[in-house]
C-alpha cells in the first residue's frame, strides 16, 4: 500500500527519564490530512519529531514510503527535503536576517543552483501571500505573517509530507481562518500530505480526514472526527471537549428532546444543514449535497422597528 | 513616523533609505577604509573630515533625520565624554599645564593628558559617524554576505547573523518580563527593582540558552550541516563611488602629513 508513514510500536524517553510515548502505533496514507489531538504534555510534538528524523525512538521503528528510516547524516537530509517541519513558534525558525534569506536557507541546503533556489523562494512567498514581504527582516512581521514565512521556509523545499506543530495557536481569528485554507490549498491542489498536532478542536473536524488522539504518550483513540467526536466520554476522559458547535447539538438533543440526528454535527456547515432538515426545509441529512433553498432567502430581511 | 526603540528605528532607516540598494562593497570600502586612517594617524584633522563627510552622506544622500542622528551619536558621546575628561585631568606626564594644591597633594593636569583627552574624544567620534553610516544605510543582511565575499572567516559572520536577529527576539522577551512583573509588583521601591532585574537578567540567560537549542533543532529540521548559506544577490558596487573613496582617503593621508603636529596645546 501506498503509506508514507508507518509507525511501529514507538516509545520514546527523554535523557531525564520521562517516558514521552509509549508504544505509539500509527500510519499515514499519501496525501491524507491527519490531526493528532491531545492535551499539553501528551506526546504530540515528541511524536512529530519522530516523523522527520530529529528524535529516534527508544525502542520502535519509523517507516517512511515503506522503508525504516536510516539516520545517517545523508539519509536524514534526503528525509528533511521530504518532509517538512513547521515548528510552533516561527521564532524559532526563523534566523535570517531577512525573508528571503530564511525561505532560502532550505533549498541551498539540498544543494539547488542560485537560480533555482531563487525560483523556488519566490513560488513559495507566493503561495503563502507573502511575496512583498522578501527584503523584510523577520521581526517586522506580525505573529501571522512570521508563521506564513515558516511555513514558506518548508514549501521551498517542495516536501511530499508537512508537518506542523500548533499551526493556529497565538493566531487571530483571520489568521487561523487564512492558514487553514492555505494547508487546504497545498493538501488538494499539489496533494502534499500534512500531519497537524492542535488543540483547536474546533478546527479538527474542518481540516482532518483522520484523528489521532493522545494522552500521557500513549494512542487513545484512532478514527475519523465523525466517530471520535460522538464518543463525548472519551473526549471528556483525556480532558479536551467537543467542537462547541456539536455540543450546542448535543444539548438540544439531550436536555430539549430536539429530534437531531444521532450523526451530530462538526461544523457550521453541517449544523445549518440540520437546522434547516430540522425546519422541515431540507430533506436529507446533513451529509447530502443537494442545494440549500430555505424559503427566506429571497425575501428582503426583515426590519428591526424601533420606538 | 511613530516614535519607535532606536534598534527598530535604525533597521527601519537601514531598509529605507536612498542608498539601502547601493552595494554594500562600496560602503564597506569607504568606512573601513577610513577607519583605519581614522585611529591610526595622529593628525586630528583627519576624525574631523570622516566625521563631516559621514554626516553629509548620512543626512543628505540618505535623508536620515538630523534629530535621529543626533540622537544615536548622543548615547556614545556622553560615554565617551566622560572617559575623554578623565584622561585629560588625570593622565599624562611631563609639562604641567596647571598646578593644583589640594590639602594632601597636588592635583598636576598634564598638557600632553589634555592633548590626549581631546584626541582620543575626535578620533572616537569620527570613527563612530563613519560606522553609523554604514549601519543606517545598509540592511545587516548585506553586510552579513558582503563581509563573508571579502573572506571574513564564516563563523564570525554566522554568529553576527544569530546575534542580529536574537537581540531582537530578547528584546521582546525583556519586555514583556518588565511589563508582567510591574504589573505584579509595581515599580514600588528601588529595591525591589534591583531584585526585579536580577530575576529578569537570571530568566533571560536561561531563555537564550533553551532559545539556541530550539533554533538549531529547526535548522536541523530544514538540513543545516554546520554552514549557513545565504542567496549571495549584491548590487553591483559603483565605481564612481570605489574612486571617489580612494581620491578622499588619499585627501586624508596628504593632510594627515601636512598637520600631525597641530593638536599641541
Ligand atoms: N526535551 C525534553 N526533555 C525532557 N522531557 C521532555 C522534553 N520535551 C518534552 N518533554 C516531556 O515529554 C512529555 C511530552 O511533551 P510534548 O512536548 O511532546 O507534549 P505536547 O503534547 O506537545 O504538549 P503541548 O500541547 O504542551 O505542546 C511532557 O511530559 C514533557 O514534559
Ligand atoms: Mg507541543
Keep these: 500500500m501506498d503509506m508514507p508513514f508507518y509507525l511501529e510500536n514507538v516509545s520514546h524517553r527523554y535523557s531525564d527519564g520521562t517516558l514521552a510515548l509509549e508504544d505509539v502505533t500509527m500510519s499515514m496514507k499519501r496525501g491524507e490530512r491527519i490531526a493528532l489531538l491531545g492535551p499539553n504534555g501528551s506526546g504530540k510534538t515528541t511524536l512529530l519529531l519522530h516523523l522527520n528524523g530529529i528524535l529516534k525512538p527508544t525502542s520502535g521503528k519509523v517507516h517512511f514510503d515503506g522503508k525504516p528510516v536510516e539516520y545517517s547524516s545523508k539519509a536524514l537530509l534526503e528525509l528533511r527535503r521530504r518532509v517538512g517541519f513547521v515548528f510552533q513558534d516561527p521564532n524559532d525558525q526563523l534566523f535570517a536576517p531577512t525573508v528571503r534569506q530564511d525561505v532560502a536557507f532550505g533549498p541551498l541546503n539540498l544543494g539547488q543552483s542560485a537560480q533555482e533556489v531563487r525560483r523556488v523562494v519566490e513560488e513559495a512567498l507566493d503561495t503563502v501571500g507573502m511575496a512583498e514581504y522578501a527584503e523584510k527582516p523577520p521581526h517586522f512581521l506580525s505573529f501571522g505573517q512570521k508563521k506564513r514565512v515558516a511555513l514558506a521556509g518548508v514549501l521551498a523545499m517542495q516536501p511530499e509530507v508537512i508537518i506542523m506543530d500548533e499551526p493556529t495557536s497565538n493566531l487571530d481569528p483571520r489568521g487561523t481562518s487564512e492558514i487553514l485554507h492555505l494547508l487546504l490549498r497545498l493538501s488538494r491542489e499539489r496533494r502534499i500530505s500534512l500531519i497537524l498536532a492542535t488543540h483547536d478542536v474546533d478546527m479538527v473536524p474542518l481540516f482532518a480526514d483522520r484523528l489521532y488522539i493522545l494522552n500521557k504518550g500513549r494512542v487513545v483513540s484512532e478514527g475519523t472526527p465523525r466517530e471520535l467526536f460522538s464518543d463525548t466520554q472519551l473526549i471528556r476522559s483525556v480532558n479536551l471537549r467537543s467542537p462547541r458547535i456539536t455540543h450546542l447539538f448535543e444539548v438540544l438533543r439531550k436536555e430539549d428532546g430536539v429530534p437531531v440526528d444521532e450523526r451530530l454535527p462538526l461544523t457550521i456547515g453541517e449544523a445549518r444543514r440540520e437546522v434547516l432538515r430540522l425546519l422541515g426545509i431540507l430533506q436529507d441529512d446533513l451529509t447530502g449535497g443537494s442545494e440549500v433553498v430555505s424559503p427566506w432567502r429571497h425575501h428582503p430581511p426583515i426590519k428591526n422597528k424601533r420606538g | 513616523m511613530t516614535e519607535g526603540h532606536l534598534h527598530e528605528e535604525i533597521d527601519r532607516h537601514a531598509h529605507t533609505n ?61 560615554m565617551l565624554g566622560l572617559s575623554c575628561i578623565i584622561i585629560a585631568l588625570f593622565f599624562g606626564d611631563g609639562e604641567a599645564l596647571a598646578e593644583v594644591p589640594l590639602p594632601w597633594f597636588t592635583w598636576t593636569i598634564f598638557k600632553n593628558g589634555v592633548t590626549t583627552g581631546i584626541a582620543t574624544f575626535i578620533r572616537v567620534e569620527g570613527a563612530l559617524s563613519c560606522l553609523f553610516f554604514l549601519v543606517l544605510t545598509t540592511p545587516m543582511t548585506n553586510i552579513f554576505v558582503a563581509l563573508r565575499r571579502i573572506r571574513i572567516p564564516a563563523v564570525l559572520v554566522e554568529v553576527s547573523l544569530l546575534i542580529y536577529r536574537y537581540i531582537f527576539v530578547f528584546i521582546e522577551i525583556t519586555e514583556k518580563m518588565t511589563t508582567a512583573q510591574e504589573l505584579r509588583f509595581g515599580n514600588s521601591s528601588w529595591l525591589t527593582k534591583i531584585r526585579s532585574i536580577g530575576l529578569i537578567s537570571g530568566n533571560l540567560f536561561i531563555r537564550t540558552m533553551e532559545q539556541g537549542e530550539r533554533t538549531l533543532t529547526a535548522m536541523n529540521a530544514r538540513g543545516y550541516d554546520g554552514t549557513i548559506r545565504m542567496l549571495e544577490d549584491l548590487p553591483k558596487p559603483s565605481k564612481a563611488a570605489l574612486v571617489a573613496t580612494v581620491l578622499f582617503d588619499s585627501i586624508l593621508l596628504l593632510v594627515s602629513i601636512y598637520s600631525k603636529d597641530l593638536l599641541v596645546v
Design chain 2, 18 to 78: 536612498p542608498l539601502s540598494k547601493s552595494s554594500p562593497f562600496t560602503k564597506l570600502f569607504f568606512v573601513l577604509s577610513a577607519l583605519v586612517i581614522c585611529v591610526s594617524l595622529p593628525s586630528p584633522i583627519v576624525p574631523l573630515a570622516v566625521l563631516s563627510v559621514s554626516a553629509v552622506l548620512i543626512l543628505f544622500m540618505a535623508r536620515i533625520p538630523i534629530s535621529f542622528f543626533v540622537k544615536m551619536l548622543s548615547y556614545p558621546t556622553a
